[in-house]
């Protein structure tokens, strides 16, 4: 059965597509590995890929690549979200799909494979749903504990039915140190975000961007000529995990003006498309964008990398 080629380096990468021939299909992967999407979508190409029997020459291919440590590599496609797919056929591209819709993927690597290669219906994995418990109500007594057939109660209480009241004992002791901690935190996220009129959280500086996602921004605000702040989340674990939270945006980079969460690249984009002068306010004109005042270039003192 065929499998998923993991590509480690740009070379790799060449390599493996000069060596298909013409009419083979090739499957590119691009995930990375803090997005839980690709674990989901890892798992639906590998069931794939195993319902296509290897061929001399082959006639369909997978291949799995980081996002951000090949950027190049996904800059060429206009990757700016993962998971990521794209199938090509002779060094053209014949469909992308990105997200984790498992019908899709499969629907569109079926199609593009032609008859020669899956047979049958993959056996994908399904969506995972929590069904809650039904209680018979009838059956419980005040407690929550469920009444035998005799009309006794029985001693373990179903705590699907129970709900604690304030004459409980504490299970634990207050943790009043995690919450001030938890403010202060966000107290100081608060001022990061409006430490500039437009802030840059990027993985890396502007000079040495440490991800494709990233060095794209950065390159769309310098031609909209936007002034920015950054801030480097390699450099800070505590505000790479607080932001996420407080912000409610998982993924990074993260562009924010005047204080408001914009979103990523793609969303900056999106926003573009649906207005040009989205960055009228903050632009210094076209080409002469870049770094704020040093004020606004936030380097933390610690790294953790």
Known sequence: MSTVINIATESEFKNHTVSLPPTALLCVFFHTPWAAPCTQMATVLLTLASS???????????ISVNAEDLAEISESYDVTAVPFLVLQRDGKVLESVSGSDAGKVRDAVDRHAGKGGNTGKVGLPPKLEAIPQKVDRKETNGNGAVNG??????????????VP???????????????DQ????NKRLQGLVKAAPVMLFMKGTPSTPQCGFSRSLVGLLREQG??????NILADEEVR???KLWADWPTFPQLW????????????????????DFFKDYSAGKGKGGMA?????????????
Do not use: C, W
């Open 52 to 62: 296509y029997p290897p061929r001399t020459p082959p006639i369909i291919s997978f």
């Open 149 to 162: 057939g005799n009309g006794t109660t029985n001693s373990t209480k179903n705590l699907s039915g129970y």
């Open 257 to 276: 003006v005047s204080g408001e969460l914009v979103g990523g690249l793609d969303i900056v984009k999106e926003e573009l498309d649906h207005n040009p």
């Open 165 to 179: 009241n304030s004459s409980d004992p504490k299970t634990a002791p207050e943790m009043s140190s995690t919450a």
């Open 293 to 305: 005042a040093p004020d606004a270039q936030i380097q933390p003192t610690s790294a953790s990398i």
């Open 182 to 185: 938890t403010a202060e935190l």
């Open 226 to 231: 936007v002034r920015y702040g950054f801030f």
């Open 241 to 243: 995990q607080g932001l």
